[in-house]
């Protein structure tokens, strides 16, 4: 069993930055794929980051954050991250780190791919 825990969310000011970070723990060791996904008021939630295996460390990006936002993931300390620069007012949604510890290669940015997931934070760029 995966718990999750993001923090880093808050409010500023359009153009500044932010980084989410994205606390793991229990049995880590099964998680395959994490990712961060985001859910504006009145939309579906979107996929924004995510990476494939903790070893390889492949990632991706949605279009709409690519060149802005980064993740990361620090194997040592168990934690993933998105840190998000040049942030508009179209990036304000809430985000939710998510985890996958199920086998099998998966679209990485689709919510579906994900059976693990944290209670999210809040982010208002104004």
């Known amino acids: 069993h995966v718990q999750l825990v993001e923090s880093g969310g808050g409010s500023v000011q359009v153009g500044g930055s932010l980084r989410l970070s994205c606390g793991a723990s229990?049995?880590?060791?099964?998680?395959?794929?994490m990712g961060w996904f985001r859910q504006a008021p009145g939309k579906e939630r979107e996929g924004v980051a995510a990476m494939y295996n903790r070893l390889v460390l492949k990632s991706y990006h949605s279009d709409s954050v690519k060149d802005r936002f980064t993740i990361s993931l620090d194997n040592d300390k168990n934690t993933l991250y998105l840190q998000m620069l040049s942030l508009k007012p179209e990036d304000t949604a809430m985000y939710y780190c998510?985890?996958?510890?199920?086998?099998?290669?998966?679209?990485?940015?689709?919510?579906?791919?994900?059976?693990?997931w944290g209670q999210g934070t809040q982010v208002t760029v104004s």
């Open positions: 229990g049995n880590t060791a099964s998680v395959t794929y």
């Open positions: 998510a985890a996958r510890s199920l086998p099998g290669v998966v679209p990485p940015l689709a919510e579906s791919s994900y059976n693990i």
